[in-house]
């Protein structure tokens, strides 16, 4: 007996947490049913059956004994809440198409799926150039002019929102009928085509659409065209005809997975081309969150889908927030990328899976194979291509035969792109088309990637604007592959606006090393490394899904293991340098899964140890000489749980609070003299740390020379006001105790580093010429280790007039300094210091203040036009025994150096 399949899928709802993707939540299958259909969980709708098999256009379409014929039918239909639409398996419809109306609720989705016999092929709609609508942005938009152009498509939704498709086999080919009038494939002219639209215009924000097991194929579509809806699956946003009645179009929670396209132009899938894109984010760099979120799609994730010979672009997440592309493997991108196919000389480019103009976008676990015609053509043909977003990140991927390289980092646009954990096997080729192409971007954090280079291969190619493009490349193995070592033309320098800065890499079978190399590390061939490189995946797997890699049950092998490090031996291990992600975002694996700890390795996998670091990485309490001291109060007390919040160890550390009498505190405990943390290592060693009370913070007493935080900070700033942009100061003075904005201003002690402090020593502050918006601003920092009420005072000499604050050299001339207190943004009090020696009004009868835990209480100090621009001021902040209203919150603790932030580490 065959079995009977209704049609229903299983769908993932996208959901996004800060940086990271968060878990899916499966939401109801469909339910097929004569008549009305129940849709688990998602109320009741009618079910429409379609056979062109066994069906009659005038039959009611409501069961499968009464099925319509043509799907002509359903396109007369506007669908409501719950209703199903299900197309006989073995029904084949030709020169027809779908172009859906109507719209689920959250309560009831509309499905559009299959029924019928499993063992038959799922219902495959060949439009064949029928469906043409006219695409119509509401003005003209990249290579759609005003009052739109004609397109074909096999299934459109037009402003549609709470819909599952899944189980469709779909093409649109050219074929010999009335659709092509006689055009050649790569006329200009050409008809566009698309498998799967989505039109977003009239319905503001469309939520909840679902496209799961789809075969898309042979969609033959214009070979030149980007912003039209052109290739296999497309979703875009127009002007709405009143944006004031239905709201800014753009789309929330679009989940495209478990679809095989193959052989579709020009793109295969993207989601989701915007008119409002150029308008709001043509001219930045970095992208507001709450911009991108207003004009562009959220919760986007597409996932586990397999794209082959696309005609350009595999993937392209486009003005999305936080999207999520992972699981996906592309083979053969770029396909008609070349002179033969591609006759203009402009828009011939085309990489693998890549965003465009995204915020934060997220591409882990793909895979990348043979993308086409670099030297044909293809001015791109990267696996991976950081463009003109804000905060790529690309981790975990593996790529192979890509013949325009492994990533590229794509204009001046391109900002905080982050690239590390992925491995590249053979791609690029020669000089010109190199292994990293550096495209003018301002910056690019490339670090623990593996790199196994085919001879001749370039590092960095030389064909697109690497000279004014910057990029720090860093804990990467460089394998080269050929018969001798290479001498290679590293093309990176460390200074001037353009910087390549390589650090700390191992550079295998290379004649020499960059020269900015502050700790190459050179390995000669035959040398030991890693256990087999050069055997990971040449094709996709026979099931055209990614290969596993991370978290496989012990004893199992992948495909990847030959780019395991051979032995604890092996130059990789341990010759990591800690690194903090320059654009914050926080990683704890390698490519299997391994966490990273203690000194991580080199490259893209770490070597399985056990960890023996039991040191404290961060806190938001200062850290010297085995005690940490925290404050509390008896009606301000901290509470173990809230304390141990804020502290960070290692990731395969455990940590408890010890009492006085060595037993365990419990959360709820309340911090009191005597206790200890004690930190465990994975290997059982332990450290402990005495935990003192301090209430009383001073700026003097507290400085340690080439330490910032973990509770003062020295920074600066550009102009005064919500938007300031503060930075902690890195370069510290050769010989005075003085964190240095330039060369003549910073922020620190007025005293030689050889010289003890004392009650004579003050606080220095000072800030260079300069009044605006872009005049550059010093500060003394406090980040509040705990939520409560402050009384912050300055040093008194107790010489009346000679009290802090006063400019501190004699003559001023040119106009006053400002010197301000602030918490965050909000202004405590400002005064104007224009005569030497002279102290401020108001700073000895500051009334007490609230904080909360991790607010920074800053001394500012603008140096406008004044000649002496440097000011004695020397903060104290004490915590009053005065209930807090509120408890404290967790303060953002960051991995990082711990020799260079406040945390000593353990011996």
Same mark, same amino acid.
Request: proline letters at 3%; one cysteine or more; aromatic letters at 10%.
């Given at each position: 007996?065959?079995?009977?399949?209704?049609?229903?899928?299983?769908?993932?709802?996208?959901?996004?947490?800060?940086?990271?993707?968060?878990?899916?939540?499966?939401?109801?299958?469909?339910?097929?049913? %004569?008549?009305?259909?129940?849709?688990?969980?998602?109320?009741?709708?009618?079910?429409?059956?379609?056979?062109?098999?066994?069906?009659?256009?005038?039959?009611?379409?409501?069961?499968?004994?009464?099925?319509?014929?043509?799907?002509?039918?359903?396109?007369?239909?506007?669908?409501?809440?719950?209703?199903?639409?299900?197309? %006989?398996?073995?029904?084949?419809?030709?020169?027809?198409?779908?172009?859906?109306?109507?719209?689920?609720?959250?309560?009831?989705?509309?499905?559009?799926?299959?029924?019928?016999?499993?063992?038959?092929?799922?219902?495959?709609?060949?439009?064949?150039?029928?469906?043409?609508?006219?695409?119509?942005?509401?003005?003209?938009?990249?290579?759609?002019?005003?009052?739109?152009?004609?397109?074909?498509?096999?299934?459109?939704?037009?402003?549609?929102?709470?819909?599952?498709?899944?189980?469709?086999?779909?093409?649109?080919?050219?074929?010999?009928?009335?659709?092509?009038?006689?055009?050649?494939?790569?006329?200009?002219?050409?008809?566009?085509?698309?498998?799967?639209?989505?039109?977003?215009?009239?319905?503001?924000?469309?939520?909840?659409?679902?496209?799961?097991?789809?075969?898309?194929?042979?969609?033959?579509?214009?070979?030149?065209?980007?912003?039209?809806?052109?290739?296999?699956?497309?979703?875009?946003?127009?002007?709405?005809?009143?944006?004031?009645?239905?709201?800014?179009?753009?789309?929330?929670?679009?989940?495209?997975?478990?679809?095989?396209?193959?052989?579709?132009?020009?793109?295969?899938?993207?989601?989701?081309?915007?008119?409002?894109?150029?308008?709001?984010?043509?001219?930045?760099?970095?992208?507001?969150?709450?911009?991108?979120?207003?004009?562009?799609?959220?919760?986007?994730?597409?996932?586990?889908?397999?794209?082959?010979?696309?005609?350009?672009?595999?993937?392209?997440?486009?003005?999305?927030?936080?999207?999520?592309?992972?699981?996906?493997?592309?083979?053969?991108?770029?396909?008609?990328?070349?002179?033969?196919?591609?006759?203009?000389?402009?828009?011939?480019?085309?990489?693998?899976?890549?965003?465009?103009?995204?915020?934060?976008?997220?591409?882990?676990?793909?895979?990348?194979?043979?993308?086409?015609?670099?030297?044909?053509?293809?001015?791109?043909?990267?696996?991976?291509?950081?463009?003109?977003?804000?905060?790529?990140?690309?981790?975990?991927?593996?790529?192979?035969?890509?013949?325009?390289?492994?990533?590229?980092?794509?204009?001046?646009?391109?900002?905080?792109?982050?690239?590390?954990?992925?491995?590249?096997?053979?791609?690029?080729?020669?000089?010109?088309?190199?292994?990293? @192409?550096?495209?003018?971007?301002?910056?690019?954090?490339?670090?623990?990637?593996?790199?196994?280079?085919?001879?001749?291969?370039?590092?960095?190619?030389?064909?697109?604007?690497?000279?004014?493009?910057?990029?720090?490349?860093?804990?990467?193995?460089?394998?080269?592959?050929?018969?001798?070592?290479?001498?290679?033309?590293?093309?990176?320098?460390?200074?001037?606006?353009?910087?390549?800065?390589?650090?700390?890499?191992?550079?295998?079978?290379?004649?020499?090393?960059?020269?900015?190399?502050?700790?190459?590390?050179?390995?000669?061939?035959?040398?030991?490394?890693?256990?087999?490189?050069?055997?990971?995946?040449?094709?996709?797997?026979?099931?055209?899904?990614?290969?596993?890699?991370?978290?496989?049950?012990?004893?199992?092998?992948?495909?990847?293991?030959?780019?395991?490090?051979?032995?604890?031996?092996?130059?990789?291990?341990?010759?990591?340098?800690?690194?903090?992600?320059?654009?914050?975002?926080?990683?704890?694996?390698?490519?299997?899964?391994?966490?990273?700890?203690?000194?991580?390795?080199?490259?893209?996998?770490?070597?399985?140890?056990?960890?023996?670091?039991?040191?404290?990485?961060?806190?938001?309490?200062?850290?010297?000489?085995?005690?940490?001291?925290?404050?509390?109060?008896?009606?301000?007390?901290?509470?173990?749980?809230?304390?141990?919040?804020?502290?960070?160890?290692?990731?395969?550390?455990?940590?408890?609070?010890?009492?006085?009498?060595?037993?365990?505190?419990?959360?709820?405990?309340?911090?009191?003299?005597?206790?200890?943390?004690?930190?465990?290592?994975?290997?059982?060693?332990?450290?402990?740390?005495?935990?003192?009370?301090?209430?009383?913070?001073?700026?003097? %007493?507290?400085?340690?020379?080439?330490?910032?935080?973990?509770?003062?900070?020295?920074?600066?700033?550009?102009?005064?006001?919500?938007?300031?942009?503060?930075?902690?100061?890195?370069?510290?003075?050769?010989?005075? @105790?003085?964190?240095?904005?330039?060369?003549?201003?910073?922020?620190?002690?007025?005293?030689?580093?050889?010289?003890?402090?004392?009650?004579?020593?003050?606080?220095?502050?000072?800030?260079?010429?300069?009044?605006?918006?872009?005049?550059?601003?010093?500060?003394?920092?406090?980040?509040?280790?705990?939520?409560?009420?402050?009384?912050?005072?300055?040093?008194?000499?107790?010489?009346?007039?000679?009290?802090?604050?006063?400019?501190?050299?004699?003559?001023?001339?040119?106009?006053?300094?400002?010197?301000?207190?602030?918490?965050?943004?909000?202004?405590?009090?400002?005064?104007?210091?224009?005569?030497?020696?002279?102290?401020?009004?108001?700073?000895?009868?500051?009334?007490?203040?609230?904080?909360?835990?991790?607010?920074?209480?800053?001394?500012?100090? %603008?140096?406008?036009?004044?000649?002496?621009?440097?000011?004695?001021?020397?903060?104290?902040?004490?915590?009053?025994?005065?209930?807090?209203?509120?408890?404290?919150?967790?303060?953002?603790?960051?991995?990082?150096?711990?020799?260079?932030?406040?945390?000593?580490?353990?011996?």
């Amino acid at each position: 007996m065959k079995k009977r399949k209704m049609g229903g899928i299983k769908v993932l709802a996208a959901a996004m947490a800060a940086m990271m993707l968060a878990a899916a939540c499966p939401t109801a299958s469909a339910q097929g049913a %004569e008549g009305d259909a129940d849709v688990t969980g998602q109320g009741t709708g009618t079910t429409y059956y379609v056979s062109s098999q066994n069906g009659n256009d005038a039959n009611n379409g409501t069961s499968e004994n009464t099925a319509f014929q043509s799907l002509d039918k359903i396109n007369e239909l506007i669908l409501k809440p719950g209703d199903q639409v299900l197309l %006989e398996r073995g029904s084949v419809f030709n020169e027809q198409y779908l172009h859906l109306k109507g719209s689920g609720s959250e309560d009831a989705y509309i499905v559009v799926s299959d029924y019928g016999d499993d063992s038959d092929s799922m219902p495959q709609i060949n439009a064949d150039g029928a469906g043409q609508w006219l695409q119509d942005y509401g003005k003209a938009t990249g290579d759609v002019p005003a009052g739109g152009k004609t397109v074909s498509t096999a299934l459109l939704l037009t402003d549609m929102e709470y819909i599952e498709v899944s189980n469709l086999e779909i093409t649109n080919r050219r074929v010999d009928n009335e659709y092509d009038d006689g055009l050649t494939y790569n006329d200009e002219n050409a008809l566009d085509r698309t498998g799967v639209a989505s039109v977003a215009k009239n319905n503001g924000t469309l939520d909840h659409i679902v496209l799961d097991n789809l075969y898309i194929h042979d969609v033959q579509g214009n070979v030149y065209n980007k912003q039209t809806v052109n290739g296999g699956i497309y979703f875009i946003a127009c002007l709405p005809d009143d944006e004031r009645e239905t709201g800014i179009a753009r789309y929330n929670d679009v989940l495209i997975q478990n679809c095989y396209l193959k052989d579709v132009n020009r793109k295969g899938i993207g989601c989701a081309f915007t008119v409002y894109g150029s308008d709001n984010f043509g001219s930045l760099k970095e992208i507001p969150d709450d911009l991108m979120q207003k004009y562009g799609s959220t919760n986007v994730v597409i996932q586990n889908n397999y794209v082959e010979g696309a005609g350009g672009d595999a993937i392209t997440p486009q003005y999305c927030y936080r999207p999520v592309v992972q699981y996906n493997v592309a083979k053969e991108a770029g396909k008609q990328m070349n002179t033969t196919d591609y006759k203009r000389e402009q828009g011939r480019v085309a990489a693998a899976i890549w965003p465009w103009t995204c915020k934060d976008a997220v591409f882990q676990y793909n895979e990348s194979f043979d993308t086409l015609n670099a030297a044909s053509g293809n001015g791109d043909g990267q696996a991976w291509d950081a463009d003109t977003g804000d905060g790529t990140l690309y981790q975990y991927n593996y790529s192979h035969g890509n013949t325009g390289g492994a990533v590229m980092f794509c204009l001046q646009q391109a900002v905080n792109s982050t690239f590390r954990y992925n491995i590249s096997q053979n791609d690029g080729s020669g000089s010109n088309i190199g292994l990293l @192409s550096l495209a003018k971007n301002p910056d690019a954090h490339i670090y623990n990637n593996t790199f196994y280079i085919s001879e001749g291969t370039s590092i960095i190619g030389t064909r697109i604007g690497y000279s004014a493009a910057s990029a720090t490349i860093e804990n990467n193995i460089f394998y080269y592959t050929g018969d001798i070592p290479k001498q290679e033309t590293y093309r990176g320098s460390s200074t001037g606006s353009n910087v390549r800065l390589y650090t700390n890499n191992i550079y295998y079978n290379y004649a020499n090393t960059p020269t900015v190399d502050t700790n190459p590390i050179q390995v000669s061939a035959g040398e030991e490394l890693l256990t087999g490189p050069g055997t990971g995946p040449e094709d996709v797997a026979a099931d055209h899904k990614v290969r596993d890699h991370e978290d496989v049950a012990e004893g199992t092998t992948t495909a990847f293991d030959g780019y395991k490090p051979s032995s604890e031996n092996s130059p990789a291990v341990n010759a990591g340098k800690v690194i903090t992600d320059q654009n914050g975002k926080a990683v704890e694996h390698d490519f299997f899964g391994n966490l990273i700890i203690d000194s991580p390795d080199i490259g893209a996998v770490e070597y399985s140890t056990v960890s023996a670091d039991s040191s404290l990485h961060d806190a938001a309490y200062i850290v010297k000489e085995g005690k940490i001291y925290v404050p509390y109060s008896d009606n301000n007390p901290t509470t173990v749980g809230e304390f141990k919040s804020n502290v960070l160890v290692a990731n395969t550390a455990s940590y408890q609070v010890l009492k006085a009498d060595k037993t365990q505190a419990s959360d709820t405990e309340n911090i009191a003299g005597g206790m200890i943390l004690c930190v465990k290592a994975q290997s059982g060693t332990t450290t402990e740390y005495e935990i003192c009370q301090k209430n009383a913070y001073d700026w003097a %007493e507290d400085f340690v020379d080439r330490q910032q935080g973990n509770v003062w900070f020295a920074q600066q700033g550009i102009g005064i006001g919500a938007g300031t942009n503060w930075k902690n100061i890195s370069t510290f003075d050769t010989t005075y @105790s003085t964190w240095k904005a330039d060369q003549w201003h910073g922020v620190g002690l007025d005293k030689r580093q050889s010289e003890p402090v004392t009650d004579d020593v003050h606080g220095l502050l000072a800030a260079p010429k300069g009044s605006g918006g872009m005049a550059v601003i010093t500060a003394m920092s406090f980040r509040a280790p705990k939520t409560g009420t402050v009384k912050f005072t300055v040093k008194d000499t107790g010489d009346g007039d000679s009290g802090e604050p006063y400019i501190r050299q004699a003559n001023n001339t040119g106009g006053p300094v400002i010197l301000g207190l602030y918490v965050n943004d909000k202004q405590i009090i400002q005064s104007e210091l224009s005569e030497s020696f002279v102290t401020a009004d108001g700073w000895r009868n500051i009334p007490e203040f609230e904080v909360t835990a991790g607010d920074y209480v800053r001394v500012i100090l %603008e140096g406008k036009n004044a000649e002496k621009r440097s000011v004695h001021i020397t903060p104290n902040i004490e915590y009053l025994d005065i209930d807090a209203e509120n408890s404290s919150p967790v303060i953002e603790l960051k991995e990082k150096d711990v020799l260079a932030f406040g945390v000593e580490k353990s011996q």
